[in-house]
């Protein structure tokens, strides 16, 4: 079993939609949490990124963190074309640890 | 403008020939690491340094070799050892044992075909 597990999609939505992603991990002693959104043929870049429980916001992104759950979220609110991309998930035991990373989900907003 | 930069963007190798990924960072991190992407499959390790002049194996590092004799540079190594190198691999950096700020930075990769 992995230890984080993300569903690869694709997931396909209308403009205007609200994008729900989602990430499932197993161990506990991950405290760092990230969501990265790669466009085709390029690097990944940093979404968000918090260490504790709870929501984060930043514009039409918000982080979800449930760390009794062990699972975390990620909503784009009114989507556009432009947020089409893989939007890979990644997790840290702590500041020296190595990343964990999930498969990645590819959203795909239709105008 | 502080950043990661790969060389080349596309790369072409014929079999039995071994081939060199650049990786450059002037972000002042000291850890590096090299992943392998491929579809469907997320990013997989295949070499990290924590260090100039130090460096572990990743969950797939046997084909691969690297080298950290410099704190800005990590070159990657595709050996002929490698039986499946074509592939998306991608270079990153941070900081280490910061409290804040420990994300990954990432390049924009390099298109390893073999020919």
């Given at each position: 079993q992995k230890e984080v597990e993300q569903d690869p999609g694709p997931l396909s939505v209308p403009e205007g939609a609200i994008v729900s992603l989602n990430c499932t991990y197993s161990n506990s002693a991950f405290?760092?949490?990230?969501?990265?959104?790669?466009?085709?043929?390029?690097?990944?870049?940093?979404?968000?990124?918090?260490?504790?429980?709870?929501?984060?916001?930043?514009?039409?992104?918000?982080?979800?963190?449930?760390k009794s759950s062990k699972y975390i979220s990620l909503f784009i609110r009114d989507s556009q074309p432009s947020d089409s991309a893989t939007y890979l998930c990644a997790m840290l035991t702590d500041s020296w640890g190595k990343f964990q990373f999930g498969a990645g989900t590819q959203v795909v907003v239709t105008p | 403008d502080g950043g990661i930069t790969q060389s080349p963007k596309y790369l072409f190798r014929k079999e039995g020939q071994n081939v060199t990924l650049s990786c450059e960072q002037n972000l002042n991190h000291d850890a590096m690491y090299w992943y392998?992407?491929?579809?469907?499959?997320?990013?997989?390790?295949?070499?990290?340094?924590?260090i100039?002049?130090?460096?572990?194996?990743?969950?797939?590092?046997?084909?691969?070799?690297?080298?950290?004799?410099?704190k800005e540079s990590f070159p990657l190594t595709v050996t002929s050892a490698q039986k499946n190198p074509t592939a998306f691999y991608l270079c990153a950096s941070r900081e280490q044992g910061a409290l804040m700020n420990t994300e990954a930075f990432f390049g924009q990769g390099t298109r390893l075909t073999v020919v």
């Open positions: 405290q760092y949490f990230m969501w990265y959104r790669q466009y085709s043929r390029k690097g990944p870049e940093l979404l968000m990124y918090t260490y504790s429980s709870g929501n984060k916001e930043d514009g039409r992104f918000t982080a979800q963190v449930d | 392998r992407q491929d579809p469907g499959q997320g990013l997989r390790l295949i070499y990290y340094s924590q100039v002049n130090d460096f572990q194996k990743g969950d797939i590092a046997e084909g691969y070799s690297v080298s950290r004799e410099k």
